[in-house]
């Protein structure tokens, strides 16, 4: 069974803080999204990884960067949490082959509030 | 650019009752189009794609969409909603030959008993 796992489910950081977001999918795949989620706003994209140590910007990246070391592991950084960073935040990754052509698989999300 | 609108922010449906939901798009070129769906606390799962082919596409749990290429939209359909159908639907959409999607706000869904 496929699998896309965050390291955690709830978090709560203090303003300043830098934050952490680890997602790890087991599917070998090469793309790998972070998105934050809020009410009214759907899904909006951070940051995306076509490959190991490659990264793009998202639509939305001010305040965030990511990390790609592994295949297999996304990093989301947040370098000095603000209020305004408060959401849920996605993980998933996809592939351009084979039979889930560009479908994009998810995980559990991490709901982080900033205080 | 591609955009997505979901017009419908919120569906309220009794049990066993039809259900649609409206998604168009906009798109200079040839698009993939998904539905996905996310129960509550909960990351998405595919419901259904379109990637080519047949206009109509059935999905899990019941549900398929219709890709009109002149209305530029990829509406969401069931016949029979049940109230474990609760949730919130995303319509997403993919330029063809990429990997990033562009997502709606998103519909509520909610089953009344």
């Known amino acids: 069974d496929v699998k896309v796992t965050q390291s955690s489910r709830y978090l709560v950081k203090r303003t300043g803080e830098k934050v952490f977001l680890e997602c790890v999918q087991d599917?070998?795949?090469?793309?790998m999204f972070w998105y934050r989620q809020d009410p009214g706003l759907g899904l909006r994209l951070i940051y995306f990884s076509y490959d190991v140590k490659m990264k793009e910007k998202g639509d939305i990246p001010e305040g965030y960067s990511v990390s790609r070391e592994k295949k297999e592991r996304f990093s989301l950084i947040l370098e000095s949490a603000s209020t305004n960073q408060t959401s849920m935040y996605l993980c998933?990754?996809?592939?351009?082959?084979?039979?889930?052509?560009?479908?994009?698989?998810f995980g559990p999300g991490t709901r982080l509030t900033v205080l | 650019a591609q955009s997505v609108t979901q017009l419908d922010s919120q569906v309220p449906v009794f049990e066993e009752a039809p259900v649609e939901l409206r998604c168009n798009y906009s798109?200079?070129?040839?698009?993939?189009l998904f539905w996905y769906v996310q129960y509550p606390n909960q990351g998405l799962q595919l419901l259904l794609k379109?990637?080519?082919?047949?206009?109509l596409v059935k999905g899990i749990n019941g549900f398929e969409a219709e890709f009109n290429k002149s209305q530029t939209s990829f509406h969401l359909r069931k016949p029979s909603v049940h109230i474990s159908d609760t949730a919130e639907y995303f319509c997403?959409?993919?330029?063809?030959?990429?990997?990033?999607?562009?997502f709606g706000t998103g519909t509520r869904l909610k089953v009344l008993a």
């Open positions: 599917m070998d795949h090469e793309n």
């Open positions: 379109y990637l080519s082919g047949s206009t």
């Open positions: 998933a990754s996809s592939s351009l082959s084979g039979g889930s052509y560009n479908e994009q698989f």
């Open positions: 997403a959409v993919s330029a063809s030959g990429t990997y990033k999607y562009i």
């Open positions: 798109s200079s070129v040839s698009v993939y």
